[in-house]
Protein backbone atom coordinates (compact mmCIF):
# COMPACT_ATOMS: atom_id res chain seq x y z
CA UNK A 1 0.00 0.00 0.00
CA UNK A 2 1.48 3.64 -1.28
CA UNK A 3 -1.46 5.48 0.69
CA UNK A 4 -0.59 7.79 3.84
CA UNK A 5 -0.88 5.61 7.08
CA UNK A 6 -2.22 7.20 10.34
CA UNK A 7 -1.93 4.80 13.68
CA UNK A 8 -4.19 4.59 15.40
CA UNK A 9 -7.54 4.66 13.26
CA UNK A 10 -9.39 4.67 16.79
CA UNK A 11 -8.22 6.28 20.86
CA UNK A 12 -10.12 6.29 23.52
CA UNK A 13 -8.57 7.87 26.64
CA UNK A 14 -9.20 9.81 30.32
CA UNK A 15 -9.25 13.20 30.59
CA UNK A 16 -5.61 14.19 31.81
CA UNK A 17 -4.03 11.60 29.57
CA UNK A 18 -1.42 11.98 26.67
CA UNK A 19 -1.55 10.48 23.58
CA UNK A 20 0.44 10.22 20.66
CA UNK A 21 -0.58 9.42 16.92
CA UNK A 22 1.60 8.40 14.09
CA UNK A 23 1.27 9.34 10.36
CA UNK A 24 3.90 7.28 7.79
CA UNK A 25 3.07 9.38 4.49
CA UNK A 26 3.76 8.89 0.83
CA UNK A 27 7.41 7.89 0.66
CA UNK A 28 8.67 10.05 -1.98
CA UNK A 29 6.30 13.35 -0.21
CA UNK A 30 8.49 15.70 1.41
CA UNK A 31 5.93 17.52 2.92
CA UNK A 32 3.58 16.07 5.70
CA UNK A 33 0.60 17.94 7.23
CA UNK A 34 -1.44 18.02 10.31
CA UNK A 35 -5.18 19.06 10.60
CA UNK A 36 -7.87 17.89 13.03
CA UNK A 37 -11.68 18.08 11.78
CA UNK A 38 -14.76 18.30 14.19
CA UNK A 39 -18.07 16.80 13.72
CA UNK A 40 -19.70 18.54 10.93
CA UNK A 41 -16.55 20.68 9.73
CA UNK A 42 -14.37 20.71 7.39
CA UNK A 43 -10.83 19.84 8.11
CA UNK A 44 -8.28 22.41 10.16
CA UNK A 45 -4.61 23.32 9.21
CA UNK A 46 -2.56 22.59 12.51
CA UNK A 47 0.72 21.90 11.58
CA UNK A 48 3.32 21.23 8.09
CA UNK A 49 6.67 19.68 7.59
CA UNK A 50 9.27 20.19 5.08
CA UNK A 51 11.31 17.29 5.53
CA UNK A 52 12.61 17.20 9.02
CA UNK A 53 11.54 20.92 9.79
CA UNK A 54 8.62 21.87 10.92
CA UNK A 55 7.69 25.57 8.78
CA UNK A 56 4.20 26.59 10.57
CA UNK A 57 1.63 25.74 13.34
CA UNK A 58 -1.77 27.21 13.47
CA UNK A 59 -2.46 28.85 16.47
CA UNK A 60 -4.84 25.97 17.02
CA UNK A 61 -1.78 24.17 18.42
CA UNK A 62 -1.73 24.60 22.02
CA UNK A 63 0.89 24.03 23.59
CA UNK A 64 0.13 20.97 25.13
CA UNK A 65 0.33 19.44 21.22
CA UNK A 66 3.79 18.87 20.21
CA UNK A 67 4.77 17.19 16.41
CA UNK A 68 7.63 16.23 14.87
CA UNK A 69 9.01 14.29 11.88
CA UNK A 70 12.55 12.64 12.56
CA UNK A 71 14.48 12.34 9.77
CA UNK A 72 12.04 13.79 7.42
CA UNK A 73 9.99 10.06 7.27
CA UNK A 74 7.19 9.31 9.63
CA UNK A 75 6.00 12.21 12.09
CA UNK A 76 4.23 12.12 15.57
CA UNK A 77 1.48 13.93 17.25
CA UNK A 78 1.53 13.76 20.79
CA UNK A 79 -1.54 15.79 22.95
CA UNK A 80 -0.26 16.00 26.79
CA UNK A 81 -3.01 16.15 29.14
CA UNK A 82 -5.81 15.83 27.13
CA UNK A 83 -9.00 17.96 27.01
CA UNK A 84 -12.73 17.24 26.21
CA UNK A 85 -12.32 19.72 23.66
CA UNK A 86 -9.74 17.39 21.86
CA UNK A 87 -12.23 15.07 20.79
CA UNK A 88 -11.52 15.21 16.86
CA UNK A 89 -10.66 13.58 13.89
CA UNK A 90 -6.79 13.95 13.40
CA UNK A 91 -5.78 13.34 9.72
CA UNK A 92 -2.53 13.60 7.85
CA UNK A 93 -1.37 14.65 5.04
CA UNK A 94 1.49 14.58 2.48
CA UNK A 95 2.01 15.91 -0.69
CA UNK A 96 5.25 16.58 -3.26
CA UNK A 97 6.35 19.89 -2.93
CA UNK A 98 3.60 22.71 -2.00
CA UNK A 99 0.98 20.16 -3.22
CA UNK A 100 -0.04 22.12 -6.22
CA UNK A 101 -1.42 18.73 -7.78
CA UNK A 102 -3.24 18.24 -4.43
CA UNK A 103 -2.43 16.91 -0.28
CA UNK A 104 -3.07 13.01 0.11
CA UNK A 105 -5.13 12.12 3.18
CA UNK A 106 -5.09 9.33 5.53
CA UNK A 107 -7.88 7.62 6.94
CA UNK A 108 -7.21 9.92 10.39
CA UNK A 109 -7.69 9.14 13.51
CA UNK A 110 -10.60 9.61 15.72
CA UNK A 111 -9.75 10.57 19.45
CA UNK A 112 -12.32 10.75 21.99
CA UNK A 113 -11.96 12.16 25.44
CA UNK A 114 -13.91 11.01 27.88
CA UNK B 1 -9.30 33.90 9.58
CA UNK B 2 -9.77 32.63 5.83
CA UNK B 3 -12.96 30.67 5.24
CA UNK B 4 -14.55 29.13 2.10
CA UNK B 5 -18.52 29.07 2.39
CA UNK B 6 -20.17 25.85 0.74
CA UNK B 7 -23.46 25.65 -0.53
CA UNK B 8 -25.66 23.81 -0.16
CA UNK B 9 -25.15 22.73 3.24
CA UNK B 10 -27.15 19.24 2.17
CA UNK B 11 -28.69 17.70 -0.34
CA UNK B 12 -31.13 14.68 -1.16
CA UNK B 13 -31.66 13.66 -4.52
CA UNK B 14 -33.00 11.14 -6.45
CA UNK B 15 -30.65 8.62 -8.16
CA UNK B 16 -30.13 9.77 -11.71
CA UNK B 17 -29.80 13.12 -10.78
CA UNK B 18 -27.45 15.70 -11.55
CA UNK B 19 -25.95 17.84 -8.65
CA UNK B 20 -24.63 21.26 -8.22
CA UNK B 21 -22.77 22.63 -5.54
CA UNK B 22 -20.43 26.05 -5.25
CA UNK B 23 -17.58 27.43 -3.09
CA UNK B 24 -17.44 30.95 -2.30
CA UNK B 25 -14.27 32.77 -0.88
CA UNK B 26 -13.31 36.24 0.25
CA UNK B 27 -9.73 35.99 -0.83
CA UNK B 28 -8.31 34.59 -4.21
CA UNK B 29 -6.98 31.07 -4.40
CA UNK B 30 -4.41 30.19 -7.32
CA UNK B 31 -5.65 26.39 -6.81
CA UNK B 32 -8.79 24.86 -5.67
CA UNK B 33 -9.42 21.15 -5.09
CA UNK B 34 -12.41 19.16 -4.38
CA UNK B 35 -12.59 15.92 -1.85
CA UNK B 36 -14.79 13.60 -0.91
CA UNK B 37 -15.31 12.02 2.56
CA UNK B 38 -16.63 8.88 3.29
CA UNK B 39 -18.02 8.35 7.33
CA UNK B 40 -14.94 7.21 9.43
CA UNK B 41 -12.39 8.03 6.19
CA UNK B 42 -10.28 10.71 5.15
CA UNK B 43 -10.83 13.24 2.20
CA UNK B 44 -10.49 11.97 -1.33
CA UNK B 45 -8.93 13.94 -3.91
CA UNK B 46 -11.10 14.39 -7.08
CA UNK B 47 -10.39 17.05 -9.07
CA UNK B 48 -7.43 19.93 -9.04
CA UNK B 49 -8.42 22.94 -11.02
CA UNK B 50 -5.41 26.06 -11.73
CA UNK B 51 -6.37 28.45 -13.91
CA UNK B 52 -9.51 30.99 -13.42
CA UNK B 53 -12.04 29.80 -15.90
CA UNK B 54 -10.79 26.53 -15.95
CA UNK B 55 -12.99 23.52 -16.57
CA UNK B 56 -12.14 20.02 -15.95
CA UNK B 57 -13.86 16.47 -15.69
CA UNK B 58 -13.14 13.45 -13.69
CA UNK B 59 -15.81 11.15 -15.10
CA UNK B 60 -19.15 12.11 -14.02
CA UNK B 61 -17.63 14.67 -12.11
CA UNK B 62 -17.08 18.31 -13.28
CA UNK B 63 -15.50 21.36 -11.86
CA UNK B 64 -14.83 24.61 -12.71
CA UNK B 65 -12.41 27.46 -11.56
CA UNK B 66 -14.06 30.60 -11.26
CA UNK B 67 -13.16 33.74 -13.31
CA UNK B 68 -12.14 35.78 -9.86
CA UNK B 69 -10.54 33.32 -8.51
CA UNK B 70 -13.15 33.79 -5.18
CA UNK B 71 -15.49 30.41 -6.24
CA UNK B 72 -15.45 27.52 -7.78
CA UNK B 73 -18.23 25.05 -8.46
CA UNK B 74 -18.65 20.75 -8.84
CA UNK B 75 -21.06 19.43 -10.71
CA UNK B 76 -21.70 15.35 -10.44
CA UNK B 77 -24.19 14.11 -13.34
CA UNK B 78 -26.78 11.41 -13.23
CA UNK B 79 -25.65 10.35 -9.59
CA UNK B 80 -25.78 7.22 -8.22
CA UNK B 81 -25.34 6.05 -4.48
CA UNK B 82 -22.14 5.77 -4.22
CA UNK B 83 -21.83 9.34 -4.57
CA UNK B 84 -23.06 9.53 -1.27
CA UNK B 85 -20.75 11.57 0.92
CA UNK B 86 -19.16 14.92 1.98
CA UNK B 87 -17.65 16.91 -0.60
CA UNK B 88 -15.48 19.88 0.31
CA UNK B 89 -13.93 22.46 -1.63
CA UNK B 90 -10.38 23.38 -0.48
CA UNK B 91 -7.92 26.51 -1.90
CA UNK B 92 -4.39 26.36 -1.32
CA UNK B 93 -2.93 29.04 0.24
CA UNK B 94 0.59 30.47 -0.81
CA UNK B 95 3.27 28.11 -1.29
CA UNK B 96 3.20 26.47 2.17
CA UNK B 97 0.75 23.75 0.51
CA UNK B 98 -1.73 24.81 3.44
CA UNK B 99 -5.46 24.28 2.51
CA UNK B 100 -8.36 26.23 3.80
CA UNK B 101 -11.50 24.11 3.76
CA UNK B 102 -15.07 24.85 2.98
CA UNK B 103 -17.21 23.63 5.48
CA UNK B 104 -18.76 20.53 3.57
CA UNK B 105 -21.94 19.80 1.23
CA UNK B 106 -23.50 16.46 2.47
CA UNK B 107 -24.74 14.49 -0.27
CA UNK B 108 -27.55 11.80 -0.20
CA UNK B 109 -28.95 9.95 -2.62
CA UNK B 110 -32.09 8.36 -2.93
CA UNK B 111 -31.94 4.74 -5.06
Known amino acids: DTGVSQDPRHKITKRGQNVTFRCDPI?????LYWYRQTLGQGPEFLTYFQNEAQLEKSRLLSDRFSAERPKGSFSTLEIQRTEQGDSAMYLC????????????FGQGTRLTVV | GQQLNQSPQSMFIQEGEDVSMNCTSS?????WLWYKQDPGEGPVLLIA?????ELTSNGRLTAQFGITRKDSFLNISASIPSDVGIYFC???????????FGQGTTLQVKP
Open chain 2, 90 to 100: AGLSGNTGKLI
Open chain 2, 49 to 53: LYKAG
Open chain 1, 27 to 31: SEHNR
Open chain 1, 93 to 104: ASSLGFGRTGAF
Open chain 2, 27 to 31: SIFNT
